[in-house]
Structures are given as structure tokens and as C-alpha cells.
């Protein structure tokens, strides 16, 4: 069975995103800790990061890389975070979150509800900050 996260590229469930290529995509998680929490996902359903192919990784990163270079220009906070836990969904994805101290990076801190409206504002604004930046993966949406 598909994962949530497949189950969002593929257009089953909705999603924010912010980019898509051959590899991974990056939208914004529907529990977010900090405005902005994004998410970087292989469109290959792996469970464990340890377990994917290097180059696969590195691609990931340098999205990652790309996304919190958006969300300081957006959000300027005094720290883009990252993780990998992987115990909410067994497919890998990598969080990026601006945040403005460690206890910004506390899951038991993750929305239960969101706006979506505020999602698509927020998403828009992130396309608009990686467009600039010249990354030609940016999601149309």
C-alpha cells in the first residue's frame, strides 16, 4: 500500500508543494512546527534514509539546501533546522523548518490543524523565493 507521502505526489491526497523533479519533491507538512516546515521526499518509497542510493541522498540535500535558503529570505529566522526522524511515516523525508531556537525543532510543538489558505500564502511565497534563487524545479503549485 501507498504511503501518505505517495499517496500526495502522486495527486491522491492534497499538498503545498514547492518543488517536483525526477528524484524528490518538497511541500509543506500539514503538521507544522514552525511556519514553513517544509518537507523534502524521494518519490521512491524508502523507509530508512540509511537505505537509499548516495547520489539520492545528495540530491535531497541540495534540495533541502535550496528550500531553507527560501525560508530565510522568507521567514528570516536565526536558524534553518533540519531532521530526519522517520517514525511518523516509513518514507524517508527530510524536514526543514525555520526556527528561532532549539525548542522550535519539538515535535510534541506540530499543529493538529491548518489553514490551508494560509499553506497555499505561505507555499506561493517559497516558490516565488526558489524561483528567484534561478532553481528551475519549482512546483507550479
Same mark, same amino acid.
Not at 500539514?30 to 523534502?40: C, D, E, S, T
Not at 536565526?78 to 522517520?86: E, F, S
Not at 522550535?104 to 493538529?112: G, L
Given at each position: *500500500?501507498? /504511503?501518505? !507521502? /505517495?499517496?500526495?505526489?502522486d495527486g491522491d491526497l492534497p499538498g503545498h508543494f514547492l518543488?517536483?523533479?525526477d528524484m524528490c519533491v518538497a511541500f509543506l507538512s500539514?503538521?507544522?512546527?514552525?511556519?514553513?516546515?517544509?518537507?523534502?521526499v524521494p518519490r521512491a518509497e524508502v523507509d530508512h534514509w540509511v537505505d537509499l542510493p548516495v547520489d539520492?541522498?545528495?540530491?535531497?540535500?541540495?534540495?533541502?539546501? =535550496?528550500?531553507?535558503? =527560501?525560508q530565510q529570505e522568507v521567514f528570516s529566522p536565526?536558524?534553518?533546522?533540519? *531532521?530526519?526522524?522517520?517514525f511518523e511515516v516509513p518514507h524517508v523525508h527530510v524536514h526543514t523548518i525555520p526556527i528561532w531556537g532549539m525548542g522550535?525543532?519539538? !515535535? /510534541?510543538?506540530?499543529?493538529?490543524t491548518v489553514d490551508h489558505g494560509e499553506l497555499a500564502r505561505l507555499a506561493a511565497r517559497l516558490r516565488e523565493a526558489l524561483s528567484t534563487a534561478g532553481h528551475g524545479a519549482v512546483s507550479d503549485a
Open positions: *500500500m501507498a /504511503t501518505v !507521502f /505517495t499517496r500526495i505526489i518543488w517536483r523533479d500539514i503538521n507544522p512546527i514552525r511556519p514553513g516546515h517544509a518537507l523534502v539520492t541522498v545528495t540530491h535531497l540535500m541540495g534540495v533541502a539546501h =535550496a528550500v531553507a535558503r =527560501a536565526a536558524r534553518v533546522g533540519q *531532521m530526519i526522524a522517520g522550535d525543532m519539538d !515535535f /510534541t510543538n506540530a499543529a493538529a
